[in-house]
């Protein structure tokens, strides 16, 4: 069956401009969580949704970033006034449980570029 | 404050040898870790885990010890393949409450020259 899809796969955008990076999880998929990897480092938590609601945002490193699931199945993280430091690989994943022992499945990723 | 710590960026090792990845932790909390594998251009693949239950399971190469007093687990993969050469990630998790997210390791580059 399908994975876990990104779009886009690459985005370069302005300092300052909005973006918004879509994910499309595991059909049936209930648990949806957003990454944030830099150069260098492993993926970074930013924020967990069950179902439509966001259960756990104590990621998300500042106001800017925000995040939504309205329907409990395709999310969009959304950046405001971008700024370089922004600048990464986005990971979504997801995952069957509600909590609890089961694997994530990720996603390629959406690279963000801020010039 | 890194909780997953993964101290050796890259491991080169000869095919057919044993590939030995280590991890630490610092959270006590932890009680679920993982391995993923990732590919330049590709989101991290599961690839193996371990609750605090187990000192050990294994999957056909690849098996993953924990020492849970230690606050270390390891990731064994015998024998090493060059398609094994990839990023190696080392994730944990507590299972208490309701949301399992990741914190991972750095990662560590594995090469396996043929």
């Known amino acids: 069956g399908a994975g876990v899809s990104q779009t886009p796969s690459n985005k370069v955008t302005e300092k300052g401009k909005y973006v918004e990076l879509r994910c499309d999880p595991i059909?049936?998929?209930?648990?949806l969580y957003w990454y944030r990897q830099s150069l260098g480092q492993g993926p970074e938590f930013l924020i967990y949704?069950?179902?439509?609601?966001?259960?756990?945002d104590s990621g998300l490193p500042n106001d800017r970033f925000f995040a939504v699931r309205p329907e409990g199945s395709v999310s969009t993280l959304k950046i405001q006034r971008t700024e370089r430091g922004d600048s990464a690989v986005y990971l979504c994943?997801?995952?069957?449980?509600?909590?609890?022992?089961?694997?994530?499945?990720f996603g390629p990723g959406t690279r963000l570029t801020v010039t | 404050d890194q909780q997953v710590k993964q101290n050796s960026p890259s491991l080169s090792v000869q095919e057919g040898r044993i590939s030995i990845l280590n991890c630490d932790y610092t959270?006590?909390?932890?009680?679920?870790f993982l391995w993923y594998k990732k590919y330049p251009a590709e989101g991290p693949t599961f690839l193996i885990s371990?609750?605090?239950?187990?000192d050990k399971n294994e999957d056909g190469r690849f098996t993953v010890f924990l020492n849970k007093s230690a606050k270390h687990l390891s990731l064994h993969i015998v024998p090493s393949q060059p398609g094994d050469s990839a990023v190696y990630f080392c994730?944990?998790?507590?299972?208490?409450?309701?949301?399992?997210?990741?914190?991972f390791g750095k990662g560590i580059t594995l090469s396996v020259r043929p």
């Open positions: 959270n006590s909390m932890f009680d679920y």
């Open positions: 059909s049936g998929h209930t648990a």
């Open positions: 371990i609750s605090s239950i187990k």
């Open positions: 949704f069950q179902g439509t609601g966001a259960a756990d």
């Open positions: 994730a944990a998790s507590a299972l208490t409450g309701a949301n399992s997210k990741l914190t």
């Open positions: 994943a997801s995952s069957s449980g509600a909590g609890g022992p089961s694997e994530q499945y």
